[in-house]
Every structure is written in structure tokens, then in C-alpha cells.
């Protein structure tokens, strides 16, 4: 059975931090591309960043330097750690399963089109 099951989600200040997790099915653990999206209110569904099969991980430019994506092996579990977070970062928050056969993320992109397992979603508020 395929699941994934984000948490952690919750109400922060700006600047301050968070760390979201998602539990994976050992079914598709280390097996796809695993990554972190986020959709604010009335805008579209946004890549975060992603981490392959071999544990690199590429993220987009608006958090660069200060989000980070790790695993838990023995926990087949998948993080984001949110640093210096900005009011416009408050949104549903997704992990997400998919890439490329073998595990492997399509470079320089982060397209939900390119994942084929959701999560629900966890939300994401930062107040000013």
C-alpha cells in the first residue's frame, strides 16, 4: 500500500523554524524521487525541493540556504527543515512521491506533474 503522511505542520513567527515530517510506505521508500511542495491560498502548487534514491537533493532557488531535506532510514521517514521562514511561505505543505525509474529526480525541475503519490498536506502559517 502507498502512503505518506506529512506532519509537523503548524503556527510560527517569521525567522523562526519548523520541521515537517512524512512517513513513507515501505513500498516506495528509497525506491522514487521524494519531495516537498508547497500551495498557498489562491496560487498553484509550488516545488520545494527534492532528494533521490542516493540521497541528492536540489531545491528551489526561494529556499536555498534555508530549508533543508534529510531522511530517517530506519524510520522511512522523510523531513524539511524550514529556517528563517517569511509570511509568504504560509501554505499546505505536501510530500510527494515520484521521478524517474530507479529513484532518480528530473534534474533542474520541480514539476508536480513529475510526481504520482501525494500526501494530504500539512499547513504551514507564519504570522509577521
Known amino acids: 500500500q502507498v502512503q505518506l503522511v506529512e506532519s509537523g505542520g503548524g503556527s510560527v513567527q517569521a525567522g523562526g523554524s519548523l520541521r515537517l515530517s512524512c512517513s513513507v510506505s515501505?513500498?516506495?521508500?528509497?525506491?522514487?524521487?521524494m519531495g516537498w511542495f508547497r500551495q498557498a491560498p489562491g496560487k498553484q502548487r509550488e516545488g520545494v525541493g527534492d532528494?533521490?534514491?542516493?540521497?541528492?537533493?536540489k531545491y528551489a532557488d526561494s529556499v536555498k540556504g534555508r530549508f533543508t531535506i534529510s531522511r530517517d532510514n530506519a524510520k522511512n521517514t522523510l523531513y524539511l527543515q524550514m529556517n528563517s521562514l517569511k509570511p509568504e511561505e504560509t501554505a499546505i505543505y505536501y510530500c510527494a512521491a515520484g521521478g524517474t525509474l530507479g529513484g532518480y529526480c528530473y534534474p533542474q525541475r520541480l514539476f508536480t506533474s513529475d510526481f504520482g503519490y501525494w500526501g494530504q498536506g500539512t499547513q504551514v502559517t507564519v504570522s509577521s
Open positions: 515501505e513500498a516506495i521508500y528509497r525506491r522514487f524521487c
Open positions: 532528494v533521490d534514491s542516493i540521497d541528492y537533493t
